[in-house]
């Protein structure tokens, strides 16, 4: 009988060897493989399925067949749609406002509880309360507030300011991104905050030694090192600006005369009032190609700005 000699322990199994050879990165790639698989199968089918349902007219029917329409769908809405192009308007105007004001209100507040002082984390704490809330209780909150015999004028007509359609044509817009904004603020401000506790103090302490003033420092050191931060809050809240809902459903619900209809509530009213439900799809698709160029133009104004 043959006796195992010390190079048969030595050698390797293949199986191991073969492991041995894959690198970090395909390792990484192997455990989140399954993740991927996940994502792939819960975005991506949906998407394609929404792209496919809109090359075809469809009323939600399978007692009546769908019609071949190809891109004329995306043309109606481009160049026909009236409605389209209006909802559209809104949405870019509610979203630029929306946007800029949560930034630089966010901004100001993280400034102000990056300092030290007694109640810092109560004053958080209830800053914290419009995210934390369910959109529709809030919504619904601001709805009474906002109404013509609400909490809003009421204070108005104690002041001797008289009353105002709040949820009227002209002020609609207004008030609806000023529920946006106290909503959505307190997030902007929670990101710039954890981006101004994670700065270097050696920059700050050579400009301390040079005479520095508080702006000066402010302009030149925590602006320029802030911008990361600021740019990840701005692109959250573009995305989400884009698809407000909620919000617009439970206060206005569109009106009055489609004065508040945003893209998102546009596609609600037409696939469930009228069911073209591949005319809808085409209106989602391009509401994602709006989303798409959007965040990709800020992220690349945030790389210019670097």
Not at 10 to 39: D, K, M, N
Not at 226 to 238: E, H, T
Request: hydrophobic residues 55%; charged residues 15%.
């Amino acid at each position: 009988m043959l006796r195992p000699t010390s190079k048969t322990y030595e050698r390797t199994p293949p199986i191991i060897q073969r492991r041995r050879r894959l690198t970090v990165g395909q390792q990484a790639f192997l455990f989140t493989l399954p993740a991927i698989i996940a994502t792939v199968f819960l975005i991506g089918f949906p998407l394609l399925y929404t792209v496919w349902l809109s090359l075809h007219r469809w009323y939600g029917s399978h007692e009546v067949p769908m019609d071949w329409m190809g891109l004329r769908n995306y043309a109606d809405v481009l160049l026909r749609d009236e409605y389209f192009q209006r909802s559209f308007l809104i949405t870019a105007v509610f979203t630029v406002f929306t946007v800029t004001a949560a930034v630089v209100f966010g901004l100001g507040l993280a400034l102000l509880l990056n300092r030290k002082f007694r109640g810092n984390t109560l004053v958080l704490s209830l800053l914290m309360i419009p995210v934390v809330s369910t959109p529709v209780s809030l919504s619904m909150t601001w709805r009474y507030i906002l109404h013509y015999e609400g909490a809003l004028n009421w204070i108005s007509r104690s002041l001797g300011l008289g009353t105002h359609a709040w949820l009227g044509t002209q002020l609609v817009i207004p008030s609806l991104i000023v529920v946006d904004v106290t909503r959505w603020t307190p997030l902007v401000m929670l990101i710039i905050l954890a981006g101004l506790s994670s700065l270097p103090s050696e920059p700050y302490e050579a400009a301390m030694i040079d005479g520095a003033s508080s702006v000066q420092m402010l302009r030149y050191i925590t602006l320029p090192l802030l911008r990361p931060f600021i740019g990840v809050a701005a692109l959250i809240r573009l995305i989400d600006a884009i698809k407000t809902f909620d919000e617009v459903l439970v206060i206005s619900g569109g009106g009055p005369a489609g004065a508040s209809e945003t893209l998102y509530m546009y596609a609600y009213k037409v696939a469930f009032s009228f069911l073209t439900f591949g005319y809808v799809s085409a209106v989602l698709i391009l509401l994602f190609l709006f989303i798409l160029v959007a965040s990709l133009a800020v992220v690349r104004l945030r790389r210019a700005s670097w």
